[in-house]
């Protein structure tokens, strides 16, 4: 079992990437993301709780992320691993994921960090404007995103590659080429 995280600024190519790996893989896709939606939607004890965290205008607090994560990790008993998408933001995050796959008997192996510059995100996300309409991809929206990532988010990188577990991959090409790179990443161990 190999568990990975894939990190990149919105635009980076995540979304392409991600396909490509459960595709060849089999990885089960966690976005932290999709959890929240899927817990309010369906109004479970965590969704509740979730609801009424941000209802108050708070962040959600780590502990109830982690409790999602638990439980969608035990679900899937017979993965060949997971793809964290969106998760960690913070270090404080990345050590509380690093304990729960302790606690589960597995480990964060890999981090994918797609490297791609301001402008060369900027581009393909009015690129894919124009393919598909995207709430998130909204410029005020956009602008915000891109911000946390670069100011907030990027500083979990160091934390991994302490422990020589983040490997940095560009980003920018074509799409084979850079899922190549990937690849030789996790199929080298």
């Given at each position: 079992m190999k568990n990975i995280i894939l990190f990149g600024p919105p635009g980076a190519g995540k979304g392409t990437q991600s396909e490509k790996l459960i595709q060849k893989y089999g990885f089960v896709h966690i976005s932290t993301g999709d959890l929240f939606r899927w817990h309010t939607k369906n109004q479970t004890a965590l969704g509740r709780q979730v609801m009424e965290v941000m209802?108050?205008?708070?962040?959600v607090p780590d502990e109830i992320t982690i409790a999602m994560l638990r439980e969608e990790v035990a679900r899937h008993p017979k993965a060949n691993g997971f793809l964290f998408d969106g998760f960690p933001r913070?270090?404080?995050?990345?050590?509380?994921?690093?304990?729960?796959?302790?606690?589960?008997?597995?480990?964060?192996?890999?981090?994918i960090a797609l490297e791609v510059n301001e402008h060369e995100l900027?581009?393909?996300?009015?690129?894919?404007?124009?393919?598909?309409?995207?709430?998130?991809?909204?410029?005020?929206?956009?602008?915000?995103?891109?911000?946390?990532?670069?100011?907030?988010?990027?500083?979990?990188?160091?934390?991994y590659e302490k422990q020589n577990r983040l490997v940095r991959i560009n980003g920018v090409g074509k799409i084979d080429d850079i899922f190549a790179s990937i690849c030789a990443v996790l199929d080298k161990a």
């Open positions: 209802n108050s205008g708070a962040l913070t270090v404080a995050q990345a050590e509380a994921l690093d304990a729960l796959m302790k606690e589960l008997g597995t480990a964060i192996h890999h981090v900027r581009q393909r996300i009015a690129k894919r404007r124009t393919l598909e309409s995207r709430a998130d991809d909204e410029e005020e929206k956009l602008n915000k995103r891109i911000t946390e990532y670069f100011s907030k988010t990027v500083h979990v990188l160091p934390f």
